[in-house]
């Protein structure tokens, strides 16, 4: 039986960390950084696309053109583009809803994962559900080229000897 959005309502969480980064959701969550779903905005020939990514992976800007067929530039969406497109700031996009109307593309390496946590409409809501799950409500495009390893800004000390 396909699963409905009605079907995620019992696997709703509202966060009570104060903040909404990615390392902040998976660690009051008990789960692994790349569990955590970050919904990417970007323009493609003109045109609005969301990338589903692992919150441990960086967004390969060059693929999404390449993936949804289309020719042009490939442009991130800032927060003002992202509020005129939508109505709602990065952190509360409900990438469900969204992927009625705009284009979607998910990132293969969130296969990883049994259980995906995905925002549900507000900074401190998200939903648990499974790749699959998120695939069928999505109707994403499933891609193994748009993911790229995450630029970490806090590198491993390394120890003088």
């Not at 104060?18 to 959701?25: A, E, M, Q």
């Not at 441990?56 to 693929?63: E, H, L, M, P």
């Not at 109505?87 to 994962?113: C, H, M, Q, W």
């Not at 499974?130 to 995450?150: C, D, M, N, W």
Request: glycine share 6%; with cysteine.
């Amino acid at each position: 039986m396909p699963v409905t959005l009605h079907d995620l309502l019992d696997n709703v969480y509202i966060l009570t960390c104060s903040t909404r980064s990615i390392p902040d959701i998976a660690a009051e969550m008990g789960a692994d950084e790349g569990a955590v779903v970050n919904a990417i905005l970007c323009v493609v020939a003109g045109q609005p696309a969301m990338v589903l990514m692992a919150g441990d992976k960086a967004c390969d800007a060059g693929q999404v053109g390449r993936v949804l067929n289309a020719q042009g530039a490939v442009v991130m969406m800032n927060e003002d583009d992202v509020v005129n497109l939508t109505g709602s700031s990065i952190n509360d996009l409900y990438p469900v809803e969204l992927a009625e109307r705009i284009p979607t593309i998910l990132d293969a390496s969130l296969k990883r994962f049994e259980v995906l946590y995905s925002r549900a409409g507000s900074g401190r809501c998200l939903i648990a559900t499974s790749f699959r799950e998120l695939q069928h409500l999505t109707k994403g495009v499933i891609s193994y080229a748009v993911a790229s390893p995450a630029w970490n800004p806090r590198p491993e000390p390394t120890h003088a000897r």
